[in-house]
């Protein structure tokens, strides 16, 4: 981590090299930056979770569909306990057809 006096020195080093007139200019563009960083990040990680749950929406569809036609209730379980059960009907109806 810096501490005051590594800023402070980093500041007299930006001072003296591009002097009092151009620092404040240089702080403003490095703030804008900033902030379209931040901006284009947080847009990303919105993007990334909105498609996370799209898939995860259709995953759920899918499931309900197979229960529905399995003859299986999905009210109140989640997708886990319904796989779990689709496999063990779709298991057992192997098995007694066999």
């Known amino acids: 981590m810096i501490g005051w006096q590594e800023v402070i020195m980093i500041l007299a080093i930006l001072?003296?090299?591009?002097g009092p007139?151009?620092?404040?200019?240089?702080?403003?563009?490095?703030?804008?930056a900033?902030?379209?960083?931040?901006?284009?990040?947080?847009?990303?990680?919105?993007?990334?979770?909105?498609?996370?749950?799209?898939?995860?929406?259709?995953?759920?569809?899918?499931?309900?569909?197979v229960a529905q036609k399995l003859d299986l209730t999905a009210e109140g379980k989640t997708g886990d306990e319904?796989?779990?059960?689709?496999l063990t009907k779709i298991i057992n109806r192997n098995e007694s057809s066999n």
């Open 82 to 86: 319904l796989t779990k059960e689709i």
């Open 15 to 18: 001072l003296f090299v591009f």
């Open 34 to 65: 900033w902030y379209e960083f931040s901006k284009a990040s947080s847009g990303v990680i919105q993007t990334l979770t909105s498609e996370q749950t799209t898939k995860e929406e259709e995953e759920n569809k899918l499931l309900l569909e």
């Open 21 to 32: 007139t151009e620092l404040p200019k240089i702080a403003k563009e490095l703030g804008k």
